[in-house]
């Protein structure tokens, strides 16, 4: 039978709708997080990525399907050369109503140049990558970060009416006792803040089961100084959030590993090479550079699209522990988008 060109919603087999687009538009950082990457990275040659065009193309037929939130993510998507040419052409999806939100997450040391244009796109939302508010811990952890800069970056965001959320990981032995004060300055600032525990993706240098912390336990301490209700506020993505009282401020925690938030996945996530994850904890993908290159008729796209959608998993199978060493997926976070 002949393809037929079909926008409708992409529902998976355990009858979720995939409103949610990430895209990775970069593997390419100019940090080196140590829970994150290696320092000495191999980066995919240029000429594998796809063109800005293509990556437009491609989020622009998912949101024919049915996306109504985009969110770009790297590597750090600003690094990529001519992003913004991107961002732009999304934008337009929303001054015509067919997309809700267009949104990124960022380190922020490349925001100070591009946070008015980011909102003159349509951007109002962004969450930028922060771990530590002390200076010398920050270039520990990152490795090439400089602080200073990442603050001048959350200046000029929130100068040009960008709203931001925080998001920290939690590391143990790192910044467990940091984030008390992460809350204070967030919300001082009308920022929330947002806690994830460490995932296993990717070979690093040190071990996992060194570093993780159980967002259970960080909670725990956190409720010895703050009065934490939940609430059910969303932003789409998997946090579930509670209120602090004493400051009026939201906070949020991401449990990959403690409280997987897979019943509820309305992700996929799309890398700057056109592969498919339905699952960022499976390595099961979809080629749909091979469909967007066959035809320049969408019906191709859609085709591959709903195939790959029909084998979205139930969840993921993230695991630490002390017996088995290699993470539990062998790609880094920053090719499949953070």
Known sequence: MPLVADPSPMVDPFGRTVSYLRVSVTDRCDFR??????????????????????????????????????????????????????IRELGRHIDAGNL???????????????????????????????DTLNPEKFKEITRWGDFHKVMEGIDAA???????????????????????????????????????????????????????????????????????????????????????RETGGRLGFITPMTHNFCESCNRVRLTCTGTLYMCLGQNDAADLRAALRASEDDAYLFAA??????????????????????PAVARHMSVTGG
């Not at 949104?103 to 951007?123: F, I, K, M, P």
């Not at 259970?216 to 946090?239: C, H, N, W």
């Not at 790959?308 to 969840?315: N, S, T």
């Open 33 to 86: 997080c140590t829970y994150c990457m290696a320092e000495n990275m191999t980066f995919l040659p240029k000429k594998d990525l796809l063109t800005l065009e293509e990556l437009n193309r491609l989020c622009s037929a998912f949101i024919a399907k049915g996306v109504r939130k985009l969110r770009l993510t790297g590597g750090e998507p600003l690094v990529r050369k001519n992003i913004m040419f991107l």
């Open 305 to 326: 699209i709903d195939e790959a959608i029909g084998r979205k998993p139930k969840g993921h199978d993230f695991i630490i522990d002390r017996v088995r060493r290699k």
């Open 158 to 244: 929130e100068k040009a009416g960008l709203k931001i959320k925080l998001n920290a990981v939690a590391l143990k032995d790192f910044n467990e006792t940091e984030i008390a004060g992460m809350l204070r300055f967030a919300h001082g600032r009308g920022m929330d803040l947002t806690v994830i525990e460490t995932m296993p993706m990717g070979e690093i240098e040190e071990d996992r089961t060194d570093r993780y912390l159980p967002l259970s336990k960080l909670r725990a301490d956190l409720e010895e100084q703050f009065t934490l209700v939940d609430i059910p506020y969303k932003t789409g993505g998997p946090a579930r959030y509670v209120e602090v």
């Open 100 to 130: 809700e939100e267009l949104t990124l997450t960022t380190n922020g040391s490349q925001l100070a140049r591009h946070a008015q244009e980011l909102y003159d796109c349509g951007v109002r939302r962004i969450n930028v990558s922060l």
